[in-house]
C-alpha cells in the first residue's frame, strides 16, 4: 500500500520531538517524506518555522493520542512512526495499537518496564500478524546498552569464542536525564502505588521475556548494588538509575535471537566514578542520593517538593549546555571460552537530549531505508536494526568498539 509519508514525528512540539525533527532536517537524505505530528496545529507551525530549511514544507498533521480516529489515520498514513509522547503508560498504547494494527514501524523513547510489558501483552501478535516492527526503547534508553552487547555478541561469535556469560557495563555521562525521562519513573512508581501487584513485573529480572518460562537459570546481579570497585581498572561503581530497565530489554533481545547471546549470559550495568578516593565518595554519595530520591518520589507529600525541582516534562537545557554532554558505556565481557572483551559505546552530547535525538532520528530512518531483519512484533534495537542501525550511528559519529 502506498502511503504519502515515509516518516512522521509525533510529539514534534515536544522538546526532545523537535530535536530530533531538527535532526531529520539536517541529515535525512533528500527525497525522504517526513511529516510532523501532534496535538495543536499552531504549535506544530511554530516548530516548523524554528526547523532548517529543508523542513518548511513538511506537512503538518493532528492527532491526540486520546482520538482512536485519527491515531488510525496517521499510523495507516505513514511507513514509520516515532513517537516522544509520553509518559508512555499514559499516553503511548494507543500509539502502539495504531500502528500494530496498520503494519506500521514504530519507534519510541521508552524506558517504562509497565508500558513494555502491556504493549508486548496487547500487540506482539498483531504486529507479527501486519508486519509490523514495534520498537521501544529507541534512545539513550537502551540502544547504548543493547547494541554493545550487539556488538560484543557479534565479535565472540566471529571468533569462535564461545558465548557471552559474564557481561558488566559501566556507564558514564555529562548531561541529565530528561523532564520526560523523569515524569516516566514517576508516573511508574505511581502506578506501582495504586496496584501493588505491579511490583512483580517491575522487579522481574526477565519481566520483558517473550517466554517467561523458557528463561534459563542463572541468577542475575543487582540493579542496586552497594558501591565497590569494578572491572580491570578498579572503577568506583554505584547503582545505574536505567539499570532496572536497560538490562531487561538485552535480556529481551537475548530471548528473541533464540539466546544467541548464550543461556548462561549474566548481565548488569552500574554506573563509574574513576578509581580515585573522591570517585569512591561520588559512589557513596550518588547511590544514597538516587535511594533518597527514588523513596521521595514514591510518597505524595515528598513527590510534591521534588516537582518544585526536577526538570519538567517538555523542558530541557539550553543549546549550549546540551552540546557540552557526552556519554560512554564500557561493557566489559567473558566467553564460555574464557576470552575476554570491551566495548565502548559513546557519543557526543547530552545524553537525555542530543544524543538521544540522533538514536531516535536515526532509529527512523532505519526503519524506513534499511534492509533489515526478517523480524515482525514487539521488538528491541537490536532485533529490528541490529547491524545496520550499529552502521548508521557509527556514520553519525557515535562510536562502537570492541577489542579483545
Known amino acids: 500500500m502506498d502511503r504519502p509519508h515515509d516518516l512522521v514525528v509525533y510529539g514534534a512540539t515536544g522538546f526532545v520531538g523537535e530535536l530530533t525533527a531538527a535532526y531529520l532536517a539536517e541529515h535525512a537524505p533528500a527525497g525522504v ?29 493532528i492527532a491526540d493520542s486520546g482520538d482512536a480516529d485519527a491515531l488510525r489515520a496517521l499510523a495507516e498514513g505513514t511507513r514509520v512512526l516515532v513517537t516522544t509522547v509520553g509518559p508512555y503508560a499514559r499516553y503511548g498504547l494507543p500509539v502502539v495499537e495504531a500502528c500494530a494494527r496498520a503494519g506500521t514501524h514504530y519507534a519510541d523513547l521508552t524506558g517504562e518496564v ?11 501478535e498483531v504486529a507479527q500478524d501486519t508486519g509490523a516492527r514495534i520498537v521501544h526503547s529507541c534512545g539513550y534508553d537502551s540502544i547504548p546498552s543493547d547494541l554493545g552487547v550487539f556488538v560484543l555478541h557479534e565479535r565472540a561469535a566471529a571468533d569462535g569464542a564461545g558465548e557471552l556469560v559474564d557481561v558488566d557495563l559501566v556507564a558514564t555521562a555529562r548531561g541529565g536525564f530528561s523532564g520526560g525521562t523523569i515524569d516516566s519513573m514517576r508516573a511508574q512508581l505511581e502506578a506501582v502505588g495504586a496496584d501493588r501487584s505491579r511490583q512483580k513485573v517491575v522487579g522481574d529480572a526477565h519481566s520483558l521475556s517473550p517466554d517467561r518460562a523458557a528463561e534459563p537459570a542463572p541468577r542475575q546481579p543487582s540493579d542496586a548494588p552497594l558501591p565497590r570497585r569494578r572491572g580491570a581498572r578498579g572503577t568506583w561503581t554505584a547503582p545505574f538509575v536505567m539499570a532496572s530497565y536497560n538490562t531487561r530489554v538485552v535480556r529481551r533481545s537475548n530471548a528473541l535471537l533464540g539466546f544467541a547471546y548464550g543461556r548462561g549470559l549474566r548481565y548488569s550495568e552500574t554506573m563509574g566514578f574513576g578509581s580515585s578516593p573522591v570517585g ?31 526538570p519538567k516534562p517538555g523542558t530541557g537545557p539550553s543549546a549550549e549546555a546540551r552540546a557540552k554532554g557526552w556519554f560512554r558505556m564500557d561493557v566489559e565481557a567473558t566467553t564460555t571460552s574464557g576470552r575476554r572483551y570491551r566495548a565502548r559505546v559513546s557519543g557526543k552530547g547530552d545524553p ?30 537490536a532485533t529490528a536494526m541490529g547491524r545496520a542501525l550499529v552502521e548508521r550511528l557509527v556514520t553519525a559519529g557515535h562510536t562502537y568498539e570492541v577489542t579483545g
Open 33 to 61: 517524506r517526513i511529516g510532523l505530528a501532534g496535538r495543536s496545529q499552531e504549535k506544530l507551525e511554530a516548530v516548523r518555522r524554528r526547523l532548517p530549511a529543508a523542513a518548511r514544507d513538511w506537512p503538518l498533521l
Open 114 to 124: 509497565l508500558f513494555h510489558r502491556d504493549a508486548i501483552d496487547a500487540f506482539d
Open 280 to 310: 569512591a565518595v561520588a559512589a557513596v554519595g550518588t547511590t544514597v542520593g538516587l535511594a533518597a530520591g527514588l523513596a521521595g518520589m514514591s510518597l505524595p507529600p515528598t513527590r510534591a517538593l521534588l516537582d518544585r525541582v526536577l
Open 352 to 381: 537525555g537530549y542530543a544524543a538521544t535525538a540522533v538514536m531516535l532520528g536515526e532509529s527512523g530512518l532505519c526503519l524506513a531505508l534499511d534492509d533489515l531483519p526478517d523480524h515482525a512484533g514487539s521488538l528491541t534495537p
